[in-house]
Every structure is written in C-alpha cells, then in structure tokens.
C-alpha cells in the first residue's frame, strides 16, 4: 500500500449544535493538522474552565472536495491519526465511520464510496467527491487539561491498485534474541490473499521468501547487526514485496530497530544490560501551537528532553503520535505509550466513560498495532490515576486489560499509573474523582453560564482542581506523606499484582518498604515530583527493581491552569481565573526555554554523565515577593543575571552540581561555600551587582572540577530574532526565539514589550503560531500580536520545501528586528 498526505484543499466551519448546519455560516479554508479550539473565544464564562484554559466549547464540520480518475487504484481508504472528538466520518452523503476516543487513530475504507470521474491525464470536470468530517466539542467540560479538537493530527489516504494487498499494520518485526553481533528476527504478515512476500533488509544482503494464506511468518538471522540502543539509535528499513496467487502485486516498506528488552529483578534491560528510565511526562499539545501534531514540532520537543536529561516520555494520558514515536525512534528515546486517564469513573462530566466499556479492546488494539515496530515503545500504560483500582471490579477489570495488551503483544509489560494515595481515599469515601463530582463541577459550570457576565460569581473548584489546590497550600508532601500510610498498600497490592510494573504516582516515600515487603515487585515511578529526582536516582541505583521515574511534568503545557505555577501579580492573577493558558508546570517553559529546574534535572539524573555546576536566579525584583502557589514547583529560578535596575536588592541564587562541595563568586569575591549532602542544590544569598556570577564544583580533596559562571547584560537594549537551528532534513517549521538583548544577544528578563509580527516570502510560506510562556496570558497564540514574558517570546513559521522568506517583528517602543527563514 502507499500513502499520500491528505492536508490541503480542506475548510471548517463552527456548528451551531442546536440549529444544526446554520447557511450562513462561512467556512475557512485550512491545511491539517488544524487545532479549532484555539479560535475560539475565552470567557469566564466558558464551560472548560481551568481544565481547558477557559476557551468556549463548538462543534466543527471540516469539508474536502476532491477527484478520483476512473482508473485511480482499486482500494482507498482513509487514516486519521487524531479527531478530537466523538468523530463522524461522511463521503458523498454516508455516514462511514464514527470514533468516540479522540486521541486514537482510526481508518475508513471508502473504496466502494468514491465516484470516479475521466481517466488519468483526461480533464476532469468539478470535484466529484465531497468529504466531511464532523467533530465534537461542546459538550464541555470533557477533559482534564487542553483537548484541542477538529482535525489536529496528519490525514493520510492509503492506496492498493487491487482488492488483493498486504494489510496496513499487517507487519510485525520483533526482536527474537541477541547473540553478539547477530540477532534473530520474527517477522509476520498479513494480505487480504493468499500468496508471497519477499522480504529484504538494503544493505545487509539477506532476502527471504515467505508465504501467507492469508497470513504468515517466518524467523531469520542477520549478522553484523547494530543494535538500536539509546547511546546508537540505529533504525532498519524491511521492504516487503507482495504477489497474490492471482498475479495481484504490491509493496510495502516497515522502519524498526534491532533491540531486545526484559524487565526482572534484574531491572529493566536493553539489549541485556539494565537501564535506569528517568523520564518526563508530557502532554499532547505543543505549546503555542496547540493540539496541531506537526513532527517538526514533536520532534523538537523530544529534542529538548533529552537536553534536559530525560532518556523516555511518558504520554500524559492519551496515546501518542506517530511522528513522536518517529522522533523517539531516531534520536533513541524510551516511551511509555498511555492509553487513557479514566475508565468507568467520570473525573469531567462529558469525558469518554459513556463509550469505554464498548470501545477500550479496539483503541488498545489500535494502539498497539501503531506502536508494535517501534524500537522506542518498550511499556503499555492502561490508565493514569485510576481510583476503580481500589474497588474489586476495578482489579478484575486492571487483569483483563493487561491480559488483553500480552494477548496483543506479549513483548513488552504493562503498567499503570496509580495515585497511592488517592486510591486509599476513594475507598474510604473521600476520593478525588467520582461520578458525582464530575456532575457537581458541570453544575457549577452552568451556574456561571447562568449568571452572565455583567455579574460576579465566586468560583468552586471541585474535582481534581480542588485537590491541586489543597496541594499547592499543603506542599508537595501532602501526597507522598499520605501515600506512605499503611491502609495505602491494602488498596492498591491486589490491582499491583495484576500488572506486569506497579506505577506510583507521588509514591516515593514507599519505595523503600515495598521493595522489601514485595520480593519480585517491579516499581515505577509512573509520576513524580522534580524536587525528588536526586533521591529517585540514588535509590534505583541500589535497588535494581526501582526500574524508574517519570517527573511532572518535562515540558509546560495548556490547561490544567496555573497547577504548577509560580507566578508574580505583575503577570498573572494569583487567584485561578480566566486568563490562566498553561499549568505552569514544566522543567522547560511553553516555548521551549530551559527553566533552573531543567538543570536541575539534568544534573540530578547525571545526564550523559553531567554532574553541572549551572547557576539559576530566583527573579531579583521578586526576591522576598509571595507567588501563587503549586506543589508541582520545587523552584521558580532561571539561568540569568541579568536583573538590569536591581542594584543593591537581595538575591537568591541555585546552583546545581554533584560534587562535595561548591562555592559561589559576584565579581569574583566568593559569596560562600556549601557542601553538597543528600540533594544536588546548593542555595546562596547575596546581592545582585552587574557584574559576573561565578560557580565553583570541587571534589572531597578540594580540587576543583568545575566552573559555570552567568554574565548580566548591559544597558543598551535591542529586539533580536533568531531561528533556532535546523535539524532534521525536509523540516518545514521555523522556531524563531524573538528576545530582547544588548548588544552581545544576553536576554534581559526584565525588558517587556508587545510585539507585532508578519512574514514575507514565496508562496505558501506563513505564520503559524506566536506568544510567550507566560502562563497567565489573555493573548491568542493564532494572532500577529504577543507580549514578551520575561523578556522572551516565540514564533513558529511555516516554510515549505523550496520556499523562502523572512520574519518581520516590531514593538512598541519602535524597535524592529527581522530574521531570513
């Protein structure tokens, strides 16, 4: 089968869900992916709320008007990777398809629905095909952070020129065993007819032929084998010949990696030799760009976890895209692959609990069989923060999805997150999800709906809003102290046994007694906080089945607003209101900045062994100020001394460093001199003078190791635009960081502005997205408007192959910058 992009030539128009398909409603032509939500207005008022970044909820029709000659191929069909949601799928007036789950992707064969029109090369008359796409959002609130919604993932039509072809996710590639440099493969393959596949590896000299009837398999051995690893991710491409027993011929090519994993008391091994998981979960959307899939921007996301030390993602808490599991496939990232963050409990009042009983074998199926030969995917997570494994149905129902996952795909464990804690609640009647409070949060939608918005009405956080607030207040201890209590392992030992990986989430505190209690449990922290990322590393290296981490969250992300925030009121409100975008939560900001946590990170997990120093700043002109509060922020620190106008003022300053001690310089006059004991930070106070910020690392004989040291910037200030480096071939998006600097490009946090952009160039060439990280923000990411947050902004712009043009911003204090693309 072959594929085609199937993105241009599409537009959308809003629904009215009780009028139906109102006529004067115009549709906008747009390219897909397209995220719809973040057109619509945000209002006090709207349903979402602080799940959804308060944006209005729509219904959407998407409509592509296209042409099939006469002898186009036989077999057509479509693939949607990400309908957002409760997807109705029409071609010429039938409704084809229709897919609950917003985040899996589905397939609608249209072969037998299309009209075709005149023969290749022959002129074809108007557009014979009409297809519409209908996707739900309005029934708000359905979801627990930004859903996005509409079309936001890549199209594809798959083709075959006859009725007899190889099955799309027909081939699985599995990694038998590894001897040396010689692996055995498990290859198998399904057609839709009996006959032979010829199969092949370029460049290693090894054909075979196989038979299926309609299905078969076959084992081989290949030698000189490179072995996917994280240090080496190498990738192989298997081209698949197919000839029906009726001449019928087609082809497939499957990308995978040579590579074998097991999980025992041993750990988790790759390749036989164990690995230590230090990940970050992330969420769906990217950043300004909202829930719009482009692998460029995926791809860069994987890029900057693994900058800040992270070697696996958890996907929080939906099934992730393919052009991430590319990007992990390439660049050698792990990934735990998360089905779903519910299932017969409603945490919103509209999410997808109504359909899961129907629904849950095939979106697993599908998952799995979009997951199978990638390399990177080495662990199933049914569930994030499931409260039914505590009750007896929910065990039952815990054994039969990990049952199913080993009956799909026995090769990797499976998992699921569990909040210790929370389970323990919800079995004495207190827990943070329940149906009725799903329905109680709805209400208190309506009710501010009922109002209006001439009046004012106190907001109730209910759900897992009220809790992330009792969080913020009580630190980040209110969970892990309360996991640790014993009724805690009584309501989660038995859903435990019934996955391959007990998942912990904010479970530290455990780690030690479980390990003991349990001799052959494998723990892992499903979520965690970053402030324990120094104490996680120190336990998995002495206890094997502490197989790893994942901290909440890598990288900042819409909705769920202001949960990890903190935040000064000369940017946000301190109260959780509209207004709010992102949860502020990231160890890497919205747009892409590294935060002081990130290096904490880094220096924590001894990414590719570095064990720092780096230096962040708590903001100089906020350094005794109260900030809004979170439990999921161990530090509002960032890599700058540049607080030009704070002369004289106190200023607190993190350094980060495995070494037995540290010492810290101003201008060359030693601030003071810390040893490092039990954690990887050492704070200092000082007062902040232009100037240079010195770090100092020394080992137990007081050598020094080494030094990082922050220059401030000087007073000449400039608008600067650069364009972050390409690097993938055929990338398409630009990432140009829009920063005010002095003259030798040091950002100037404290510099402020709002900035106007616009581009100029070949055809096809715009602007996609543009905003900051602040995470209280009234701006819309799809205007040509922004203000700067600390000093920094981005734009996202797209440039097709061939294309060329060039970023045009300018402020309001009349500066200007501009960058060729």
Sequence with gaps: MRATTFHEGWSYRRINAEMGYPDDTEFTAVSIPHDAMLYEKRSRLASSGTNGCWFEGADYEYVKQFNVAADAPAVQFLEFEGVYHNAE????GEKLSFRPYGYTNFYVDISDYVKRGAASGEANNEPLNELRVIARNVDQPNSRWYSGAGIYRPVQLWTAESPEYLEHNGVTIRTVSVDGNRAR???QVEATAAGTVTLSIPHMGDTRSLRVEPQGSIEFELENVELWSLENPHLYEMKMG?????????SLSETFGVRTIAWTDEGFLLNGKRVIIQGACIHHDNGILGAATHADAEERRVRLMQKAGYNAIRSAHNPISKALLDACDKLGVLVMDEYIDHWYIHKTQHDYVDYFDQWWQRDLRDMVNKDKNHPSVIMYSTGNEVAETAQKCGIELTTRMTEY???LDNTRPVTCGINIFFNFLNKIGFGQYSDEKAAKEAEEAARRKAVGEGDSVKHKASGSEFFNNMAGI????FMKIGASLPPC????????????IAGYNYGINRYKHDLKKYKHRLILGSETFCSDAYKFRELAKKNPRLIGDFV????DYLGETSVGAWEYEDYASLTNECGWMTAGSGRVDLVGNFLGEAYYTRVALEAEGDKGPYIAVVPVNHTHDKHSPSAWKMSNSIPSWSWNGCEGKDARVEVYARAASVALFANGVQVGRKKMRGDCIARFDTTWQPGVVEAVAYDVSGAEIRRYALRSAGEDTQLSASAEAVESAGARLRFVHLDYTDANGEVKPLE????NASVEGTEGVRLLALGSAAPFNKDSYVSSSTGTYYGRALAIVDVPAGASGRLIVRDNHGREARVEL
Aim: glycine share 10%; proline share 0%.
């Design 752 to 755: 402020r502005g709002r900035l």
């Design 89 to 92: 799928v029409w071609l010429n």
């Design 489 to 500: 392992d009584w309501v989660t030992r038995d859903a435990f046994a019934a996955m391959d």
């Design 405 to 407: 996952l080993h009956s």
């Design 185 to 187: 493969l498990a290859v």
């Design 552 to 555: 909440w969250a890598g990288m």
């Design 474 to 477: 009580m630190g980040a201890d």
């Design 242 to 250: 197919y000839v029906s027993d009726n001449g019928a011929r087609d």
